[in-house]
């Protein structure tokens, strides 16, 4: 894959934007399996909604830990919840978009520091051995139609790992969490576009207790067949050179 293109993917604006919409990538694959005919919607007319306070939370997060440089970037309001008038005034300042709140920044800082105060998890993100935000492009299937694309939040050459940072609001659910929200598919997608396993590293945004965890072979497994199932999908309903069959036809069947 062309260098030239790699280095562009580095950009968030690219990686989002027109060039990274190319590839397919694993936040692709819920929409693709819940709702191909939303998914196409929102592929073709752009309209793919607002970010969540979660989402942006999460993002502040990343950068903190990641890319401390792009903190300033982010408008936050010093009050205790969304549901108040201020807040409704802020908001409609910021063009009608979500805004952080002040405890929401002070909690993410929080957090990263417990994180680097963790001398496993720092041996695991130690500035002096890891590269962060790297982007990649590939094939994740033998035989698949599509190139995905993946960035890891941190490769650690040392050890040869990609290190992958999750918040959760619960430790004891982050199991069935992990296959809800696809991390076993984006362990399984990063393997292949990389070379590497992947591990998590988890905080929990209320007790602040971390947890570090590999992927199982059975996780991987699953995750391939869920990038396989979205490929077929992505084929019959919604890329406009495949099988072109209606996505409102798609049904979702299952037993109780």
């Known amino acids: 894959m062309s260098s030239e293109i790699i280095e562009k993917l580095r950009i968030d604006e690219n990686y989002y934007g027109e060039i990274g919409s190319k590839y397919m990538s694993n936040s692709d694959i819920k929409g ?9 919607y929102q592929r073709e007319t752009g309209n793919v909604g607002s970010a ?8 502040y997060f990343h950068n903190v830990m990641l890319e401390p440089e792009k903190c300033s970037e982010y408008k936050f309001v010093d009050i205790k919840n969304r549901n108040t008038n201020k807040y409704r005034d802020a908001r409609e300042e910021n063009s009608g978009e979500e805004l952080l709140l002040k405890d929401e920044i002070e909690k993410c800082e929080l957090m990263a520091h417990k994180l680097t105060q963790n001398s496993e998890v720092f041996d695991l993100i130690d500035p002096t051995d890891i590269e962060v935000e790297v982007p990649a492009i590939g094939m994740a299937l033998d035989g698949g139609k599509y190139l995905w694309k993946g960035k890891a939040d941190i490769i650690n050459k040392k050890k040869g790992l990609i290190v992958d940072l999750k918040t959760t609001s619960s430790l004891e659910r982050f199991r069935s969490s992990a296959y809800k929200y696809n991390y076993h598919s984006q362990a399984y997608i990063y393997k292949q576009l990389f070379g590497l396993d992947m591990i998590l590293v988890i905080i929990d945004k209320n007790t602040y207790q971390i947890a570090v965890t590999p992927f199982s072979d059975y996780a991987l497994e699953k995750g391939e067949e869920k990038v396989r199932a979205a490929e077929e999908i992505f084929y019959k309903y919604v890329d406009p050179k495949g099988a072109g069959d209606d996505a409102s036809q798609h049904l979702i069947k299952f037993e109780i």
């Open 52 to 59: 969540t306070p979660e989402m942006i939370m999460g993002r």
């Open 32 to 40: 693709l399996l819940e709702n191909p005919y939303l998914f196409k």
